[in-house]
Nanobody, 129 residues
Framework: VQLQASGGGLVQVGGSLRLSCAASGGTFSDYNMGWFRQAPGKEREFVAVISRSGGSTFIKDSVKGRFTTSRDNAKNTVYLQMTRLKPEDTAVYYC???????????????????????WGQGTQVTVSS
């Protein structure tokens, strides 16, 4: 599976962005889809995950209420809608695919970068104050 993330950019504090991640080369609905981010000098961290059907989503506590994730299996695309952006949201954002089924949705598993099978190239989000 190949993943292509897009939609990043420079935005002011309080602004919004929608990231997209387009998948190809596999059956998209077979994969749970995760979003991670990595700021300079920091480890990659979990942001969100959405189940294969889109029926379950989990969002990192620190961005809950500001970020949501959704998917369109007909378009082979997953989205991360980000609102009320803060400078601390500045990072490279990555999408990732996982084939585990519902096991990935537990807190420990969904935050484990090693459990994701495929990764996109990342898209830069910069929030200026």
């Amino acid at each position: 599976v190949q993943l292509q993330a897009s939609g990043g950019g420079l935005v002011q504090v309080g602004g919004s962005l929608r990231l997209s991640c387009a998948a190809s080369g596999g059956t998209f609905s077979d994969y749970n889809m995760g979003w991670f981010r990595q700021a300079p000098g920091k480890e990659r961290e979990f942001v969100a995950v959405i189940s294969r059907s889109g029926g379950s989503t989990f969002i990192k506590d620190s961005v809950k209420g500001r970020f949501t994730t959704s998917r369109d299996n007909a378009k082979n695309t997953v989205y991360l809608q980000m609102t009320r952006l803060k400078p601390e949201d500045t990072a490279v954002y990555y999408c990732a695919a996982n084939r585990e089924g519902t096991n990935i949705l537990s807190k420990r598993n969904r935050e484990d970068v090693g459990r994701y099978d495929y990764w996109g190239q990342g898209t830069q989000v910069t929030v200026s104050s």
